[in-house]
């Protein structure tokens, strides 16, 4: 009977999983697709980094009560509300560009909605892992959230960049609205448990701020989780500092090659799939922690090669070799914090943890496109300040100021993994805290 079970549930699981696959191919392709229109629009990176600021904005303002907000609620309804009030943002975008009112401050306003609810979907969905999957599968069901966030980089940046000359960003706009009915449906085909509650689980009412505040209380009592998440928000800053620059600095470098683009894009989710595909057979090492930091080290040094390079015959293969580490970053981070942390508390820990995380990353996207638009571009031009410094390295032409930075951030992306192992605390995480159900039995 419990075989059955979990066949069940894992059933339940594929089935969200394909559905929230096709949307994010959608996706994908909108956000490559308004990532094109911005930069034809503006030229600048700091237009590009700000819609992702105020995305991440919104995911970090929203995360304590979203927690909270998972606990509670019905999760398949949050997902399905979730889906649909992303998929009315795509609407409405697509409406603006029709009759011609689209501005960039559109994209900011829907970017910032779609954090919010993205931010919400996303922990009701981590949240229910634990119900549809056996303890010994967390690492294979979070890399298969992987193997879909890469595939997606395959095929929806070949499919974008080849659509926007062809049906233009109203056509992607219909395709993504598509994807998203599709991820609606498949949620309403299937049943997903609730966590059971537990006679020591406070009364939700009594105390509002307690109840907010609950996950970071519970992570601060925790010094090896709370050493993971410092890690991990340190890595977080640096990665976002370069992902601020990333997409214009390849523009830049390419003379606004939409193809180059696209070809970057497909070689990160190649490594992506075969990193995820990796993982996603082998469960992981035993302890999940070495993952993790030799992640951070491997992603740093791949990305130093890319911001180094200057064309795709050194953008692809460093591409592809960065993107082969994050499927083992997330997995084994994500199968550390859903065998620690009990299945009804997972919301408002996770929401914690994800809040902590997040909030230097609109720190790192509105930075990285200002510096880069402001201080590393004009020194790094001929007759710039760093320009006799660096130039040898990188060039004097557009882009090379925004590869610099780039390459700085990759630099303490692989310092900050290694120092990692400087702590016992965090190195030692999982033989410190026990997990949740060891604890509880």
Known sequence: MRITRQLASLRTFLIIWSGQTVSI???Y?????????????????????????????????????AGMIVDRWNRKLLLVACDAAVGLSTLIILLLYLTNNLQIWHIYVTSTINGAFSCLQLLAYSASVSLLVPKEQYSRASSLDFLASYGADIIAPALAASFYYVIGLSGILCIDFITFAIAVTTLLLVPIPQPPRTPTEPHPQKNIRKELFFGFRYILARPSLMALVVVMSAFQLAHDFGAAVYSPMVLARSDNNATALASVSMAAGVGGVFGASLMSTWGGPKRRIHAVLMSMVGAGLSKTVFGLG???????????????????????????????????????????????????????????????????????KPGGSLAPVFGGLFGTGAGAGMALLYVFCAICMLLIGLAGYAFPVLRDVEKVMPDHDAAVG
């Open 310 to 380: 200057q064309n795709l015959s050194i953008w692809v293969p460093a591409q592809f070799c960065s993107s082969f580490n994050f499927p083992f970053l997330g997995s084994c981070s994500q199968a550390i914090w859903l065998s620690k942390v009990r299945p009804d508390w997972q919301g408002r820990v996770f929401a914690a943890s994800s809040m902590s995380v997040m909030v230097t990353s609109p720190i790192g996207y509105l930075l990285g496109g200002s510096l880069a638009d402001y201080v590393f571009e004009p020194a790094m």
């Open 29 to 65: 392709m909108t956000t490559f697709a308004l990532t094109l229109w911005a930069w034809e629009l503006t030229g600048q990176a700091t237009a590009l980094a700000l819609v992702y600021f105020f995305n991440r904005l919104a995911n970090v303002l929203i995360s304590p009560l």
């Open 25 to 27: 191919v959608g996706s």
